[in-house]
Structure formats: structure tokens, C-alpha cells
């Protein structure tokens, strides 16, 4: 295998910076309560969000919008994502995987300020495939794996909700 150019090494910094972002966009839109159609637009238009254990799968911006844009106005959470890794397998393909630590609250504010920190809800990691479309990277395929899992804890009443 002969060494990369100039070009090419610029080419394979571009990617991995370009899907390692869309690994933190998709986070930030998802605590931020962003619109649907902006989570969906993280993906090829035949992009593919899914959890397999839960029997969960979304397929096309449409379908994926429809299901990001069920969840609950009054879920406060923050999602922190470490241990990226991606790899350019071409000029338009790259496989990542990132661990993400979930903190969420679901309820509706309190009206005391913010609700005090809540214990972490979910961690596990997410296997990516990304495609270069017409010059912009976009999640072709997300897997997300939960590897520890507890409820979630509600800020209207003594409550918690399992999932």
C-alpha cells in the first residue's frame, strides 16, 4: 500500500471530523428538545436508527423524524459522548462506535429552578456507519446498544419510570 498524499490525509481529517461531529449533533439535538426533522437530517435519506434490543428500528429521514418526534416536551437530559473512534474504510464510507452516558429527568419543570442532577439513566454505545452524500458526511446507520440501564427518575411525583 503506498502512503497517502497530501490530498488524501487532508480527505481522511475532513471525515473523521465531519461524522465525529455528527456523533456530538445528534446528542446535542436530542437533550436540546430540537425539531425532529433536524435530528433526521443527521441522516442519509435512507439512514437507518435502531436498538435491536428493544425491538426499536427507524429507516428513512420520514420514519426517523416520526419517531424522534414522539418523545416527551418534558424530558431534560444531557448526553455525554467519549471514546470516539472512526475509521474511513473510502472517499465516501466510514465505521465509528462512541460510548454515551445518559443523565435524564422526565416530568414536567418544577418551577424551583433546574432539577437537581440525577443519577445516570443509561450507558452504552452506539456502532455507526457513515456515507459521504453529494459532499456531506451523514449517519447511514446507527446501532445503539445499552449496556447498563436504570429507571428514570420523574420530576412530578415520587416515581420512576423503567425503561
Known amino acids: 500500500m503506498s502512503p497517502l498524499t497530501d490530498a488524501e490525509s487532508q480527505d481522511r481529517v475532513v471525515a473523521v471530523l465531519s461524522c465525529e461531529r455528527l456523533i456530538h449533533q445528534f446528542a446535542w439535538h436530542l437533550d436540546q428538545g430540537s425539531p425532529a426533522t433536524e435530528i433526521a437530517a443527521l441522516f442519509a435519506e435512507d439512514g437507518i436508527w435502531e436498538l435491536p434490543t428493544h425491538g426499536l428500528r427507524s429507516e428513512g429521514?420520514?420514519?426517523?423524524?416520526?419517531?424522534f418526534g414522539?418523545?416527551?416536551?418534558?424530558i431534560t437530559s444531557r448526553r455525554l459522548c467519549t471514546n470516539v473512534m472512526v475509521d474511513v474504510?473510502?472517499?465516501?464510507?466510514?465505521?465509528?462506535t462512541s460510548y454515551f452516558t445518559t443523565f435524564r429527568v422526565d416530568g414536567p419543570p418544577t418551577g424551583d429552578?433546574?432539577?437537581?442532577?440525577?443519577?445516570?439513566?443509561?450507558?452504552?454505545?452506539?456502532?455507526?456507519?457513515?456515507?459521504?452524500?453529494e459532499g456531506e458526511w451523514r449517519i447511514a446507520r446507527r446501532t445503539t446498544t445499552v449496556t447498563f440501564a436504570a429507571p428514570m427518575p420523574r420530576t412530578d411525583a415520587n416515581v420512576t419510570v423503567g425503561r
Open 61 to 67: 429521514r420520514a420514519e426517523l423524524a416520526r419517531y
Open 70 to 74: 414522539s418523545f416527551s416536551p418534558q
Open 89 to 96: 474504510l473510502g472517499p465516501d464510507e466510514a465505521r465509528g
Open 113 to 133: 429552578g433546574p432539577p437537581p442532577p440525577p443519577p445516570v439513566t443509561q450507558v452504552g454505545y452506539y456502532t455507526d456507519v457513515f456515507r459521504r452524500v
